[in-house]
């Protein structure tokens, strides 16, 4: 067919290059093979999982597309399902909400979908059901889109699943939590917080190694005793999680009530010595017990194993020589020595565990070297600066627990 020549420059303007059949040759549409576009539509189908459906209310005929007999497991010898019967072949529970569906679309001429579960060979599966009412020339009918979701809804319940146990895995960490908040109160009050004695300024950090209660085997004391004296006192026990745990809390609180015998710090650690090695065999433990005037300045201590502490006085550290003392748990025959010395206003005495020095690439004495650098800069007021000094050294060690108990005679 050859269209009109343009007659305006208007006209012309629409066809730039002239006339459609100046310059080419229209070639007229093939109709589509039919087993072409069948194949097209049942590949479609497939990838979809879709099929097609109609039911003749009049004749009681029936069609479906390969993909609906795949869905039901049905052999299309069988033929294709009346609709009076296809709520029947649905799980029992689902069959209520499919009976109501094919009564509103052939009873009330309402399209309407629903959800049900059939057994394919024995596997169940989920099918969506799309059905609309048709009445044309005289002709009624039901024509149905069905779909097989039992992908997607199994993917929701999975997804469902993992979301519950998301929420109880986060419940039960709440709790746990609250436990170990409970448990670390029980066993060591107020960690952290400021200690509130007199005539000194007393600061802690506690940093535990991967443990969720907060605590490890790292322990420190602060404590005013009966006669006006303050014994401070820091520990560590060998090991890591809730064994480590267990034994550091027998430990603390057995030197609680062991200080308030009066006795000197070298006296505390043998009785410490003797219930680790009498009552608790497989455990090992270093520990530094001091006994401090908060009036005269007097501070004697006595040590197990345990780094000495540092002494920060006009702006220069040092770390004090220790007295003899072996580790708890090593043996009952070698006698712990006592210490001395007296601090002055302004002094600061800091204790630590060996979580504060040591490294893994590191030397201890290194360690300790940078330790006393930053305790030089904490001044006579230290809440401000521990954690400061322990980022200073190296930070936590994610393989040991780290303990820091500061001490400050205010000038």
């Known amino acids: 067919m050859t269209l009109p020549a343009p007659s305006t420059i208007a006209e012309k303007a629409r066809w730039p290059h002239g006339e459609p059949g100046e310059h080419m040759a229209v070639k007229p549409q093939e109709p589509r093979e039919p087993h072409l576009l069948a194949a097209r539509l049942a590949h479609a189908e497939r990838l979809g999982d879709l099929g097609w459906a109609e039911w003749d209310l009049r004749t009681g005929e029936a069609a479906w597309s390969d993909q609906v007999y795949a869905m039901f497991g049905r052999d299309p010898v069988d033929g294709p399902i009346p609709l009076r019967d296809l709520a029947g072949h649905a799980e029992t529970v689902d069959r209520p909400g499919l009976d109501r569906l094919l009564w509103s679309v052939v009873r009330r001429a309402v399209p309407g979908e629903a959800e049900f579960r059939v057994r394919r060979h024995g596997e169940l599966r989920h099918l969506r059901a799309v059905l609309d009412p048709v009445v044309s020339g005289g002709r009624a009918a039901v024509h149905g889109v069905l779909q097989d979701i039992t992908l997607r809804r199994r993917a929701e319940r999975i997804m469902s699943d993992s979301r519950d146990m998301l929420l109880r895995v986060r419940e039960q960490a709440a709790e746990e939590h609250h436990l170990s908040v409970e448990l670390r109160e029980a066993i060591m009050p107020g960690l952290d917080e400021a200690i509130d004695l007199p005539h000194v300024r007393v600061a802690v950090r506690y940093v535990a190694a991967g443990v969720e209660s907060g605590l490890g085997g790292d322990w420190y004391d602060a404590v005013r005793l009966p006669d006006g004296g303050i014994q401070l006192a820091i520990g560590d026990v060998a090991g890591h999680g809730m064994p480590a745990l267990a034994q550091m809390a027998q430990l603390r609180h057995a030197l609680v009530g062991l200080a308030m015998t009066g006795h000197s710090p070298d006296r505390l650690l043998t009785w410490l010595n003797d219930l680790v090695l009498r009552r608790m065999p497989e455990t090992t433990a270093t520990a530094a017990v001091g006994r401090l005037d908060p009036v005269g300045g007097m501070f004697t201590w006595a040590q197990a194993?345990?780094?000495?502490?540092?002494?920060?006085?006009?702006?220069?550290?040092?770390?004090?020589?220790?007295?003899?003392?072996?580790?708890?748990?090593?043996?009952?025959?070698?006698?712990?020595?006592?210490?001395?010395?007296?601090?002055?206003?302004?002094?600061?005495?800091?204790?630590?565990?060996?979580?504060?020095?040591?490294?893994?690439?590191?030397?201890?004495?290194?360690?300790?070297?940078?330790?006393?650098?930053?305790?030089?800069?904490?001044?006579?007021?230290?809440?401000?600066?521990?954690?400061?000094?322990?980022?200073?050294?190296?930070?936590?060690?994610?393989?040991?627990?780290?303990?820091?108990?500061?001490?400050?005679l205010p000038g």
């Not at 006592?338 to 504060?356: E, S």
């Open 305 to 408: 194993g345990h780094p000495a502490p540092i002494l920060v006085r006009e702006g220069r550290a040092v770390q004090l020589d220790p007295p003899a003392g072996v580790l708890l748990g090593a043996t009952d025959d070698e006698p712990y020595g006592l210490a001395a010395f007296r601090l002055r206003a302004g002094d600061l005495l800091l204790l630590f565990t060996d979580g504060l020095v040591e490294r893994r690439a590191r030397d201890i004495d290194e360690g300790v070297a940078l330790a006393m650098e930053a305790a030089a800069l904490l001044g006579t007021d230290p809440e401000g600066g521990l954690d400061r000094l322990i980022e200073t050294v190296g930070g936590p060690d994610p393989e040991d627990d780290t303990c820091v108990l500061a001490v400050a």
